[in-house]
């Protein structure tokens, strides 16, 4: 007997005046002696469900019992459906749609059109354009070893191509711009790290189960350690590019240069990740100072040629 079959089944009666015990048992797959199981189950939890024999007949709760669908308002229920759509775009499996499914049994049909209307002026979608594929299966895994508070083992790919063996104790599934992380406690390094799922590879659950420590949640908010690494360098970019700078910056940071070129300011940090943006916007883009950024594109740039030319 499923948990979800028995809750989808007090939603459903909730929602409805009578069901037939045919109807529910085509709508779950399972027999009417299945559902008639059910329902007593669901008696025995407390929840008074009658029936009605004849034509007409079926099951419903006592009226006296069912929730009044106006605790919700329309502002609460838009938010739920618009959450709940946009989490069930990224983690595929049952739960998501059952709980959509629910939240849904709680609309009353004369405001449903508003309802939805609302729910669907904003779309959230944290999908990559594209890639991300091997997510899915990764995520089902972690899913399960959080479930049942077991080991996972895999190879982590960590800066400049370094490959290790991990076996972490999993803590939390998180989901930050568009890319899944996990917190888990490493017993390689006897700590707390973050590890980005797309660079995770033969990822595996073990039989041993480990007794879930107590944590902090990871840091996920940088903008003030930002700020105090952060500095202003001025670029030239052709205006075919603009759209793509203005990802890393604001229209205030451009000033017209010529009728084809902006003057940017536009924030850096000297590191490998922020030259690689540079880079990134090939000849369309010029850094003019400072002359220490400048030096080091134009060697980036040398090296690049050199690889090509041999």
């Not at 399972?30 to 929840?47: E, F, W």
């Not at 629910?102 to 594209?130: G, H, N, Y």
Request: glycine content about 6%; hydrophobic content about 40%.
């Amino acid at each position: 007997m499923k948990v979800d079959r028995l809750v989808s089944i007090i939603m459903i009666l909730l929602d409805k005046k009578r069901i037939g015990a045919r109807e529910l048992a085509d709508m779950f797959e399972v027999s009417p002696r299945t559902i008639y199981r059910d329902i007593d189950a669901i008696n025995m939890a407390g929840i008074p469900v009658r029936s009605s024999p004849g034509v007409g007949g079926g099951f419903e709760i006592m009226p006296e019992y069912k929730i009044d669908k106006k605790v919700f308002s329309a502002d609460d229920l838009s938010a739920l459906l618009m959450g709940l759509s946009s989490l069930s775009g990224m983690v595929r499996g049952g739960e998501p749609v059952h709980a959509l499914a629910k939240v849904r049994s709680f609309i009353p049909a004369d405001r449903a059109k508003e309802i939805e209307l609302k729910a669907s002026q904003i779309r959230i979608d944290l999908s990559p354009w594209t890639g991300g594929g091997n997510i899915q299966p990764s995520l089902k895994l972690i899913k399960s070893s959080l479930e049942e508070s077991r080991l996972l083992t895999f190879e982590y790919i960590a800066h400049h191509g370094n490959k290790t063996t991990r076996i972490i104790e999993p803590c939390q599934l998180v989901l930050k711009g568009s890319h899944w992380y996990l917190q888990g406690y490493c017993r390689k390094r006897n700590d707390f790290r973050l590890f980005r799922l797309s660079r995770m590879s033969n990822l595996q659950m073990t039989e041993e189960i480990f007794t879930p420590r107590e944590y902090q949640k990871p840091r996920l908010d940088f903008d003030d350690v930002l700020e105090t690494m952060q500095t202003k360098i001025k670029l030239r970019v052709h205006k075919s590019v603009m759209d793509r700078v203005l990802d890393f910056c604001t229209y205030e940071d451009f000033s017209p240069d010529g009728d084809w070129h902006f003057i940017v300011d536009f924030p850096f940090i000297d590191n490998e990740y922020h030259y690689d943006i540079l880079l990134s916007f090939g000849d369309k883009c010029e850094c003019l100072e400072p002359l220490s950024v400048r030096e080091k594109l134009k060697r980036a740039i040398l090296n690049m040629a050199a690889i090509y030319e041999a």
